[in-house]
């Protein structure tokens, strides 16, 4: 009974992700700037804001970061709560709005709480970074670190996934999304897996340099 209710969840969580997603996308179109570049955050709970306002969200605190640096953009969240690696490349095209300039995925935590195998999380990540690179798109692959409960070999194995792709697929890396909230109380909400309001500032601080890089090999590709 309990795995069939977890597979409910997941589903819900697909659907209402994707209702999200078609509602934003409709307003994104209406209120489309030539001259903004649009990111879309592909990711799980982490990204998604799971447990706090959309404002604290970290697409939200991006894009505002940003806008504060006098960069012109706007950032997408393609975040589902729950998703896999494998889940996300299931939903790729429609995670995906005509107008996206780059593309951020966050993806694997979850992978990692279920145990998955690291080289089937890879071969996922894999071809969404291959799908993306037909599209043209430039990529910031932030990485995840399993739980230290998984022993060892699996942390390990898990570990090296993001910087062989990265490498493999030449793409910006940012090997610890959670860098800086993890393990600390103040920082991350109750369940200890998910930053709170606080938490995501930090995360954004800390992975804003990458992201204006991200913009910087996004307007070379519009100019090529």
């Keep these: 009974m309990m795995k069939c209710q977890n597979v409910r969840v997941r589903l819900l969580g697909a659907v209402l992700g994707a209702l999200w997603l078609?509602?934003?996308?409709?307003?994104?179109?209406?209120?489309?700037?030539?001259?903004e570049t649009v990111i879309v955050v592909l990711g799980d709970s982490l990204?998604?804001?799971?447990g706090?306002?959309?404002?604290?969200?970290?697409?939200?605190?991006l894009e505002t970061a940003l806008r504060k640096?006098?960069?012109?953009?706007?950032?997408?969240n393609a975040g589902v709560s729950g998703d896999t690696?494998?889940?996300?490349?299931?939903?790729?095209?429609w995670a995906l709005s005509g107008d996206t300039d780059a593309v951020i995925l966050e993806l694997g935590g979850n992978d990692a709480l279920q145990g998955l195998p690291p080289e089937a999380t890879k071969a996922a990540l894999s071809d969404i970074l291959k799908r993306l690179e037909a599209e043209g798109l430039p990529v910031l692959l932030a990485g995840m670190e399993a739980p230290r409960n998984m022993g060892k070999e699996y942390v390990s194995a898990f570990g090296a996934i993001y910087s062989d792709l990265a490498a493999r697929h030449s793409v910006l890396l940012y090997p610890f999304f959670?860098?800086?909230?993890?393990?600390n109380a103040g920082?991350?909400?109750k369940d200890g897996i998910h930053p709170n309001g606080k938490g995501v500032t930090v995360i954004v601080d800390n992975i804003l340099s990458k992201v204006e890089a991200l913009l910087v090999a996004s307007q070379a590709n519009g100019d090529g």
């Design 178 to 183: 959670l860098k800086g909230a993890a393990l």
């Design 85 to 93: 690696a494998a889940a996300a490349l299931r939903r790729l095209d």
């Design 52 to 61: 706090l306002p959309i404002e604290q969200s970290f697409p939200a605190q």
């Design 69 to 76: 640096r006098g960069h012109k953009v706007r950032v997408v």
């Design 47 to 50: 990204t998604a804001g799971y």
């Design 187 to 189: 920082l991350m909400q």
């Design 22 to 35: 078609g509602v934003a996308g409709v307003s994104s179109a209406v209120h489309a700037d030539q001259d």
